[in-house]
């Protein structure tokens, strides 16, 4: 059972900048791809980055540009630095883990807040 703790989010203002930290409890995240995922209130769970365990990286287009996700195989642990944030960014932010790399997250954090005031 992979532990994830998200840490990082708060408060910024518009075009501010935050990194998101999610630090595992295994090293076998390495061999995880890793994603993170947000959620506003009445929304849906939106997907916003993947990185793989090779390292590449996908993104949706509501954040390619703006966020980037990396991974250190050697903290377990992985990042999220997002940059030029807009009040619409704001959400609870979770990172997950993907055992079989087939983008069926089976663990997930408790979540961290993220606000962005305009």
């Known amino acids: 059972q992979v532990q994830l703790v998200e840490s990082g989010g708060g408060l910024v203002q518009a075009g501010g900048s935050l990194r998101l930290s999610c630090a595992a409890s295994?090293?076998?995240?390495?061999?995880?791809?890793m994603g993170w995922f947000r959620q506003a209130p009445g929304k849906e769970r939106e997907f916003l980055a993947v990185i793989w365990s090779g390292g590449s990286t996908d993104y949706s287009d509501s954040v390619k540009g703006r966020f980037t996700i990396s991974r250190d195989n050697a903290k377990i642990t992985v990042y999220l630095q997002m940059n030029s944030l807009k009040p619409e960014d704001t959400a609870v932010y979770y990172c997950a883990a993907d055992p079989t790399a087939t983008m069926k997250y089976q663990y997930w954090g408790q979540g961290t807040q993220v606000t962005v005031s305009s």
């Open positions: 295994e090293r076998t995240f390495s061999r995880y791809a």
